[in-house]
């Protein structure tokens, strides 16, 4: 079977109720039949369910989705996506080890890496999303341990090569770490070029429709398994109410995706075409400094486009006053268009000199692009354009 059909066939094992759709399964703890079998779960001589920190039938659906459309091994649910982000680095990581990472990153990544890491004796070294292969490979100290990367980046929309980093993470025995939430399994298969594991916000795209919380990591069973303990003792454990909504989600995923990137592709022709819009930055714009990579290793140009304004953040002000469909909000990855000003909302936290490094001014424009009708959107901008510009 194709895996749209798997996202949408693949379920919880029907009850003796015979229900169509997949149970919730709202209940924080199991039973024992006996106290033999209760032991027998505790060692895990049986498997099964415990305690709902640990494992849930709704929460295992939602794995079990994600890592058939990921092509990984095993997964973990987590409460959020940065739960999800902090777990798969700090279950694998100690005291004395080096992490690589792009400096293109999410802002609270970038917090975890430079401020919560770093109290733990954990060093980091960053590299441009553009570095070569000879600087990537320079940059791997002997104590590395994980190469951490986001590819598209939040919010600068920046590419980093997954066949070269992942063959030389293979070479010099690293963990190949990706952040896939823009793209989502649908535009890019980050473990078809090594990665050995994979998060996601599940908060974004794969919600879609802003209602619930949620993160996810999957890979390669060596790794989960640390990743699973982790989480068991330290309980960043995913609501089995959310993952039900998350697990119906998926299967729509691709669908949304094409809708979104379709729409995405052409308000960036819009805007990219108009006088009073300094630059527009979306992957599948020839315009993009990595617009050739984009095209190989993604399918589409994904959901969100950023855009620069002269006049800083007092256009951008006028901008958003301006527009009368676009949601003001720090989201993303809905089926209603959003807009934020990164400078001052999601990178806010990050000193000067990194925002501007990362192309984060405050001239700069993030749109997360909906599902509402193209016209509409590409009217709506285009009118906020003019009038911000006057």
């Known amino acids: 079977m194709k895996k749209q059909t798997k996202a949408v066939r693949t379920q919880t094992t029907k009850t003796q109720y015979r229900e169509h759709s997949t ?15 209760g032991k027998a779960l505790f060692d895990e001589t049986e498997q099964g369910n415990l305690y709902s ?16 459309m990921e092509e990984c091994e095993e997964g973990v649910a987590t409460a959020t996506g940065m739960a999800a982000v902090f777990a798969s680095m700090a279950a694998l990581l100690q005291s004395g080890d080096h992490i690589l990472a792009s400096r293109a990153l999410f802002g609270s990544a970038h917090q975890i890496i430079t401020q919560i890491l770093s109290k733990w004796n954990i060093s980091y070294t960053y590299l441009e999303s553009t570095a070569t292969e000879q600087e990537w490979e320079a940059a791997i100290l ?26 030389l993470c293979k070479k010099h025995g690293l963990i190949f770490n990706v952040d896939n939430c823009f793209a989502t399994p649908c535009l890019q298969i980050p473990a ?82 108009h006088e009073s819009v300094k630059r527009v930055n979306y992957p599948f714009l020839p315009s993009h400094p990595q617009h050739t990579l984009a095209q190989q290793q993604m399918t589409a140009g994904g959901a969100v486009i950023t855009i620069e304004l002269e006049g800083g953040f007092s256009r951008i ?38 925002k501007l490094s990362l192309g984060i001014t405050p001239g700069l424009l993030r749109i997360s692009v909906g599902l509402e009708h193209i016209e509409d959107l590409i009217e709506d901008f285009t009118q906020a354009a003019a009038i911000s510009a006057q």
Request: proline share 5%.
């Open 23 to 37: 149970p919730l399964f709202l209940t924080s703890s199991f039973t024992f039949e006996t106290a033999e079998q």
């Open 53 to 68: 920190r640990f494992s849930n039938p709704s929460v295992q659906e939602f794995v079990d989705k994600v890592c058939m």
């Open 142 to 167: 002997p104590n590395t341990k994980m190469v951490y990367l986001e590819t598209p980046s939040n919010p600068g929309l920046d590419l980093v090569d997954l066949e070269m980093i992942g063959k």
């Open 192 to 273: 078809q070029y090594g990665a050995d594991l994979v998060v996601h916000s599940a908060t974004k795209f794969m919600d879609g429709q802003g209602r619930v919380l949620g993160g996810i990591v999957v890979g390669k069973k060596e790794y989960i398994k640390d990743i699973r303990f982790f989480c068991r003792q330290t309980g960043p454990s995913m609501s089995p109410f959310n993952a039900w909504v998350l697990s119906k989600s998926l299967e729509t995923l691709e669908l949304r995706m094409e809708k979104h990137c379709a729409n995405a592709l052409e308000l960036a022709q819009a805007l990219d075409a």
């Open 317 to 354: 002000s006028a901008f958003m006053k301006a527009l009368k469909i676009a949601t003001l909000s720090s989201n993303l990855g809905d089926t209603r268009t959003i807009v934020t000003n990164p400078y001052t909302t999601t990178h806010a936290k990050l000193k000067e000199e990194d």
